[in-house]
C-alpha cells in the first residue's frame, strides 16, 4: 500500500524531481542539440545557455534541501519515491514539450544566397501547383530537374538548393504536395506532370531530366524514376523506405518540436504512403541508371545501418553532422547534389 | 571479517560528530533523495541520449533492465532479510554516532548500496561515463552511511553486489523481456518519447 508519510513532503518532492528532470532534459537538449525539448539554442555561444540545465537541477536541490526539514526523518519507501520520481520527470516534459515548442529555438533559418538572378515563376500543374526556376540569362535547352518536398516541412530548404542549381545551368521546377496529393496511388501523378511539363518547356533538354526529393518526397522520386525511363538520374535526400520510419519516434524531437513532429506523421498518411510507394523495390529498378541517396550522418530517423545493407545498386553519400530535417538545409548537401548532378547527367 | 567490518565502520563513523559543516553534507548526501534522485536521473539522460534508431532500441533496452532488475533486486533483498537478520551498529554498539533517524531494517545488505549500484550497473551497460558517474555516487552514497552510522562496510558491499548481480542476471535472460520492451517503447512511442 502506497502512505507517502507526508503528502506535503511527497508533492515537495513531486516537484524537487519535477524540476531536476526539467534541468536534465535541458543538459540533454543542450549537449545533443534536442530540439524537441531546448528552452534556448544551446548551439549558440556564449557558454551559459549551456548552464540553464545545471542551474535548473541545482535551484531544485537548492529549494529542497534549504526548506525541508523533515529530510532525515523516515519519509516515503523506495517504490513511492520511484512513483514520485515517474511523476516527477512527467511532469518536466509536460512543461518543457510545450514550451520548446513556444519558444522554438532552433527555427530554420533561410539560408539563401539571393536568387535575385534567378526567375521563379508559378507553374499550373494537372493536378497542383509548382515553382519554376530558372537562370534569367539562359537562352539554350539545358538539363531540368523535378525538386519533391517532403509534404510536412519546409520548402525554403530546397528551394535553396533549387536556387543554387538554377545558377549552375538547370531548369529546376518544385511542384507542390498539396493534401490531396498525400494518398496511395494519388501521390504517383506528381512526378509524371512534372516530367510532361519539363520535357516540353524550350529550356529543358528532354534528354537530361532528373528527379529529386526530400524525405518521402525522395522515396517518391525513386518509386517514380523506377517508373519512367525518361528519368535519367535521381537523388534521394534522406528517403524513408519503410513505414517504420514513419512511425512517432523520440528521433523527431532531436529535429523538430512537439507539434511540429505531430504534423510530420500526416496523421497516419506518411506511414500509408511509404507502404504504397515501396521505394525499397522501386530502387534495383532504377539502374543502370545514376541514383545518389544522400543522409546526414545524424539521421535521427532512419537507421543508417540498415540503409547501408540495402544500397547496393545507388551511390550512398552521408554528411555529417547534419540530421535528416537539417540535410535539405546543408550548404554542404546542396553543394554535393548539384555536383553530382552536373558530373552525371 | 565481521571484525574487520567493526574496525572500519569505527574509523569512518568516528569521522561523524566532530564538524557540524561536515555532518550537514554527510546528512545531505546519506538521506533517501539526494543522490537517489541524482542516481534514478542518470536513466533519464540514458532514455533520451542516443542519437540513432539503434542507439535508442540499446539505451531503452539498458533502462528496462534496470528497472526490473531494481524490483527484483528488492524482492530478494527483503527475501534475505527474512533469512538473516543482522542489527544496525547504533543498535548492536554503544558509542555510535548517529547522524539519521532509526531504521529499523536489517543492516546487511544495504538496501540504498543495492538501488544505487542497480542504477551504476544499469547506465554502465550503454555509456562508461555515466556507469562511473553512477558509481561514483554509489559510492558516495555507501561512505555517507557508513559515516553517518546506519550501515557498516560489508552491508554496503553486500548490496552494491547485489544489485549488480540482480542486473547481470537480468541481463542474461532479458529474452522475456523483449516483449515488455516492446510495449513499452510503443507506447512511449505513441508520445514520440521512444
Keep these: ?345 | 571479517m565481521l571484525a574487520w567490518d567493526w574496525a572500519l565502520f569505527q574509523a569512518l563513523n568516528s569521522l561523524a560528530g566532530r564538524w557540524p559543516a561536515f555532518d550537514g553534507l554527510i546528512r545531505f548526501l546519506m538521506n533517501d533523495y539526494a543522490l537517489t534522485t541524482a542516481l534514478s536521473a542518470l536513466l533519464v539522460v540514458l532514455w533520451f541520449r542516443g542519437r540513432t534508431p539503434e542507439e535508442r532500441r540499446a539505451d531503452h533496452a539498458a533502462v528496462l533492465c534496470t528497472i526490473v532488475a531494481l524490483l527484483i533486486g528488492m524482492a530478494a533483498l527483503k527475501g534475505l532479510n527474512l533469512l538473516y537478520f543482522r542489527l544496525r551498529p547504533f543498535t548492536a554498539h554503544d558509542g555510535v554516532t548517529l547522524l539519521f533517524y532509526h531504521p529499523s531494517d536489517s543492516s546487511l545488505p544495504s538496501n540504498a548500496a543495492a538501488v544505487a549500484f542497480t542504477f551504476a550497473a544499469g547506465a554502465a551497460r550503454r555509456s562508461t561515463w555515466l556507469g562511473a558517474l553512477g558509481a561514483a555516487l554509489g559510492v558516495l552514497l555507501g561512505l555517507s552511511r557508513i559515516i553517518g552510522g546506519v550501515h557498516y562496510p560489508l552491508d554496503i558491499v553486500a548490496g552494491a553486489l547485489l544489485g549488480v548481480a540482480t542486473l547481470a542476471l537480468v541481463e542474461r535472460c532479458s529474452r522475456p523481456l523483449t516483449l515488455l520492451l516492446r510495449g513499452v517503447r510503443g507506447l512511449a512511442a505513441l508520445l514520440y518519447l521512444a
Excluded at chain 1, 109 to 132: C, F, K, V, Y
Excluded at chain 1, 166 to 178: K, Q
Excluded at chain 1, 332 to 343: C, G, I, P, S
Design chain 1, 1 to 345: 500500500m502506497l502512505k507517502f508519510v507526508s503528502t506535503y513532503l511527497a508533492l515537495s518532492y513531486l516537484a524537487f524531481a519535477a524540476l531536476v528532470s526539467a534541468g536534465v532534459l535541458q543538459v540533454l537538449a543542450a549537449w545533443r542539440a534536442l530540439a524537441g525539448l531546448a528552452l534556448f539554442d544551446y548551439r549558440r555561444r556564449p557558454a551559459w545557455r549551456h548552464a540553464c540545465g545545471p542551474l535548473l537541477i541545482a535551484l531544485g536541490y537548492v529549494w529542497f534541501f534549504a526548506t525541508r526539514r523533515e529530510l532525515i526523518t523516515p519519509g516515503p519507501a523506495g517504490a513511492e519515491l520511484t512513483i514520485l520520481f515517474g511523476g516527477g520527470v512527467a511532469l518536466a516534459l509536460a512543461v518543457t514539450l510545450p514550451a520548446a515548442a513556444i519558444l522554438r529555438p532552433y527555427r530554420p533559418q533561410a539560408t539563401s544566397t539571393g536568387p535575385e538572378a534567378m526567375q521563379a515563376h508559378p507553374a499550373r500543374l494537372a493536378p497542383g501547383e509548382a515553382t519554376l526556376l530558372q537562370d534569367a540569362a539562359q537562352s539554350q535547352p539545358g538539363p531540368a530537374i523535378c525538386l519533391l518536398p517532403d509534404p510536412a516541412a519546409p520548402r525554403e530548404p530546397l528551394l535553396d538548393l533549387a536556387d543554387r542549381l538554377a545558377r549552375r545551368g538547370w531548369l529546376v521546377l518544385v511542384p507542390a504536395w498539396g493534401e490531396a496529393l498525400q494518398r496511395y496511388p494519388d501521390a504517383l501523378a506528381l512526378v509524371p506532370a512534372a516530367m510532361a511539363f519539363l520535357s516540353r518547356h524550350p529550356l529543358a533538354d528532354a534528354n537530361r531530366l532528373a528527379v529529386a526529393g526530400v524525405g518521402l518526397g525522395a522515396d517518391l522520386a525513386l518509386r517514380a524514376a523506377a517508373e519512367d525511363r525518361s528519368i535519367r538520374a535521381v537523388v534521394a535526400l534522406a528517403p524513408l523506405w519503410e513505414p517504420a520510419n514513419a512511425r512517432p519516434s523520440l528521433g523527431l524531437l532531436a529535429e523538430m518540436t512537439y507539434p511540429e513532429a505531430l504534423r510530420w506523421g500526416l496523421r497516419g498518411r506518411r506511414g500509408r504512403l511509404l507502404d504504397g510507394l515501396a521505394s525499397t523495390q522501386a530502387l534495383p529498378r532504377i539502374a543502370p541508371r545514376p541514383a545518389l541517396v544522400l543522409y546526414g550522418g545524424d539521421d535521427a530517423v532512419v537507421p543508417l545501418s540498415e540503409v547501408r545493407t540495402r544500397l547496393q545498386t545507388a551511390e550512398l553519400r552521408t554528411m555529417p553532422g547534419v540530421g535528416h530535417l537539417s540535410l535539405a538545409a546543408s550548404p554542404e548537401a546542396a553543394a554535393n547534389v548539384a555536383q553530382w548532378l552536373d558530373d552525371n547527367l
